[in-house]
């Protein structure tokens, strides 16, 4: 499943995923931002699709502190701003060859400062036991994972062998691990946030929520935020899963929310667009988009990219606050399901009518599209001038982020839905069918 949208007076309308559909139809100040080549302070806020129904400090919600006990191809080449007196304190700069979270980064623009050999191999591949959405986090020498087996499972980078392995409530969704000060934290579909050490997979804290947890925990310094489908977005504190602030909505908080240094971006289920701050939850303003969207946002230093469930990809300017262009296909009329990336200059991300769009971020206008052959709900990476991204057809494409043209695929045995990690000079992606398969 994935965003379910509330209409009123018309009940629930759903959006379900087509697994093995081939031919299918077609989230205090700092001077500097998680990728060295933006510097800049900016306002901290953090987007999420969801209508506001108010804040709580307080609810059914739990927080449990856990001592420390163990949980348990084919390849081919082809041709108005926040008020600063507000902000929290600065968070922790990941290291810049990591991949820590959903996107890579806080911003989730899909980017990688790493160097990629130019000729793909497989390195080694890890089977699960059973179908992978969620993506990988890369940190150190390790990859962590996620599955529908109901565990959070560290291979190490080199070599791909399981280092441990914690068991969650109820299986992993799209939920993806990060990491930061030495814990890896990942939402299940039993609605519990876990905090788990990275060291050896002991567990650190829990925290319950009234609903399903598809979003991806975004770490902040000294607090974590994640969303979850009772309808609520949650700031907690990193340390000690204590709950800092509450978001309550009348929508489920499907995607991942943006952040810059101050406030949280994201437009949803609700048909808003939202930026809130993130030292007290406070609503700092919303934008209506007109359409629902089960994609994250992506932030440069002024604007937010998404695309929706109304088969368009939108830009809306942070300063302003509004819409500046939309993009709809002028011949296939599919939904926009994928999470953008942003980088030199372009918006490129997967679209349910079978094609990667590149577009301009300026303008909106097409530069190139790629066409596979089924639906694209995979998220792009970008390293190195190209682009990595899954289809449901089954393969990982490596495509020329000036032109479009293609590099290089691989074919594995199932769709890909979820998306590549890029870091330490490899790609490590899943596939439904429950297979690691790192490249390098």
């Known amino acids: 499943m994935e965003c379910l949208k509330r209409r009123k007076g018309r009940g629930w309308g759903l959006e379900s995923r087509v697994w093995g559909q081939r031919a299918g139809g077609s989230s205090a100040k700092a001077n500097f931002s998680w990728l060295p080549a933006v510097v800049a302070s900016l306002p901290a806020v953090v987007v999420i699709g969801v209508v506001m129904g108010g804040m709580s400090a307080s609810g059914s919600a739990k927080t449990s502190l856990v001592s420390e006990s163990p949980g348990v191809g084919d390849q081919r080449s082809g041709a108005g701003s926040p008020d600063s007196r507000s902000q929290t304190p600065a968070p922790a700069l990941a290291p810049l060859d990591d991949w820590p979270q959903f996107r890579g980064n806080r911003r989730l623009t899909g980017v990688s400062p790493t160097t990629v050999p130019s000729t793909l191999k497989v390195l080694w591949s890890y089977e699960v036991g059973d179908a992978v959405e969620s993506s990988a986090a890369i940190a150190g020498d390790q990859?962590?994972?996620?599955?529908?087996?109901?565990?959070?499972?560290?291979?190490?980078?080199?070599?791909?062998?399981?280092?441990?392995?914690?068991?969650?409530?109820?299986?992993?969704?799209?939920?993806?691990?990060?990491?930061?000060?030495?814990?890896?934290?990942?939402?299940?579909?039993?609605?519990?946030?876990?905090?788990?050490?990275?060291?050896?997979?002991?567990a650190a804290w829990t925290f319950k929520t009234d609903g399903e947890i598809k979003s991806s925990p975004v770490p902040l310094g000294d607090r974590v935020l994640i969303g979850s489908y009772d309808g609520s977005l949650y700031c907690l504190s990193a340390k000690d899963g204590t709950l800092l602030w509450t978001l309550k909505t009348e929508n489920y908080v499907h995607g991942t929310p943006a952040a810059d240094d101050a406030a949280a971006y994201l437009a949803g289920?609700?048909?808003?667009?939202?930026?809130?701050?993130?030292?007290?939850?406070?609503?700092?303003?919303?934008?209506?988009i007109g359409a629902y969207t089960g994609a994250s946002v992506a932030l440069d230093q002024r604007r937010a990219y998404f695309g929706t469930f109304n088969n368009e990809v939108m830009a809306l300017d942070l300063q302003s606050r509004k819409v500046i262009w939309r993009y709809t296909h002028p011949e296939r009329q599919f939904p926009?399901?994928?999470?953008?990336?942003?980088?030199?200059?372009?918006?490129?991300?997967?679209?349910?009518?079978?094609?990667?769009?590149?577009l301009d971020a300026k303008t909106g206008k097409a530069v190139w599209t790629f066409t596979t052959r089924a639906r694209v709900d995979s998220s792009p990476a970008v390293a190195g001038g190209r682009v990595y991204i899954g289809s449901n057809d089954g393969r990982l494409y490596v495509l020329d982020l000036a032109t479009g043209k293609m590099v290089w695929e691989y074919e594995t045995t199932s769709p890909i839905t979820a998306s590549p990690a890029v870091a330490r000079g490899k790609v490590v992606v899943s596939t439904a069918d429950g297979r690691v398969i790192c490249f390098g």
């Open 143 to 202: 990859v962590f994972i996620g599955g529908a087996t109901g565990e959070l499972i560290a291979l190490g980078l080199a070599d791909g062998k399981r280092r441990w392995a914690y068991k969650t409530t109820k299986p992993i969704g799209e939920s993806s691990p990060a990491v930061a000060n030495g814990l890896v934290f990942v939402g299940d579909l039993g609605g519990i946030l876990h905090a788990v050490r990275a060291s050896d997979g002991t």
């Open 269 to 288: 289920c609700d048909e808003v667009f939202r930026a809130v701050r993130l030292s007290d939850g406070r609503p700092l303003y919303t934008q209506p």
């Open 336 to 358: 926009f399901y994928s999470s953008a990336a942003v980088a030199d200059g372009k918006v490129v991300l997967g679209g349910r009518d079978k094609m990667v769009h590149a």
